[in-house]
């Protein structure tokens, strides 16, 4: 009975053509539902509100004491506030890579005929979506302020780009440190310090002649000051390539660095 069983069965999916799973199919399936778990969990109405209370908080404090040292504040802000809100895409990253490892997700897909890109991929375009959609907010909120950008269209588009640049390379080493240690919380607990840290030591709020005269080199010279310079001056009266190479450096490093951690933690067997 069972031999007739298996026969006939063989012959009814005889007809049928080969699996052939393709890793698009599978990428776009996994970013879809990311996307859509963020929509209905209103991470993504918390992506446009992040930016807000960022121009709010920087802007409305110092906009005064800025003014009489003759500094227009909403084009000298408007930078930090991007970088920080892509900081909390790379925080988001960390904790969604953290929790399908904890919740044996991530093995789960290993075990299945899926691309070992594909997760970290969906993640990352996931990840994405979150820093186009804080980003657009973020200059929304910034015109109602009174940045705008002087330099013209394809200035705006290198500001745009470089700025999600900037996003996706943290969000890759994010997402490596979140798949290592499996801990939403301490994962948090962990990058909201340096964020800080570097956010603050930075030439984004205040000019460098606002720190002691000790602390400057490195206030000058750490990432976020440097990502500042850049942005500030594509949005103004053009980035020169004396100023941009910093920067680039600085990107492309860090992706040197992470890309590769990202991809064995997320292709790695736990």
């Known amino acids: 009975m069972t031999t007739v069983s298996a026969v006939a069965a063989d012959g009814l999916f005889h007809a049928l053509p080969p699996a052939r799973p393709s890793s698009f199919a599978q990428w776009r399936a996994l970013t879809g539902r990311i996307v859509r778990t963020m929509a209905l969990r209103g991470e993504l109405a918390f992506a446009v509100v992040t930016p807000l209370v960022f121009t709010l908080g920087f802007y409305l404090p110092l906009r005064y004491v800025m003014k009489f040292r003759g500094i227009d504040y909403a084009q000298f802000v408007m930078p930090i506030i991007v970088l920080q809100t892509m900081s909390f895409t790379m925080m988001s990253n960390a904790q969604l890579a953290a929790f399908e490892a904890l919740t044996g997700l991530h ?18 375009s996931a990840g994405l979506v979150r820093s186009v959609t804080s980003l657009a907010a973020a200059i929304g909120f910034g015109y109602l302020i009174g940045f705008r950008f002087v330099a013209g269209f394809w200035e705006a588009a290198l500001f745009c780009g470089f700025s999600l640049a900037v996003g996706t390379v943290l969000a890759i080493g994010a997402d490596a440190l979140g798949s290592l ?19 603050m030591l930075s030439c984004g709020f205040v000019p460098e002649s606002g720190f002691p005269q000790w602390i400057r080199p490195f206030v000058r010279n750490q990432p976020i000051s440097q990502f500042s310079f850049a942005l500030r001056d ?23 660095a992470f890309v590769p951690l990202a991809i064995w933690a997320s292709v790695r067997r736990s």
Do not use: D, N, Y
């Open 107 to 124: 093995s789960r897909l290993q075990t299945m005929p899926i691309g070992s890109l594909v997760p970290l991929g969906s993640r990352l």
């Open 181 to 199: 240690t499996k801990s939403p919380e301490a994962l948090s607990q962990a990058l909201t310090l340096p964020t800080l840290i570097f956010g």
């Open 234 to 256: 594509m949005a103004a009266h053009g980035v020169s390539w004396q100023v941009a190479w910093v920067p680039v450096v600085w990107v492309s490093g860090l992706a040197v």
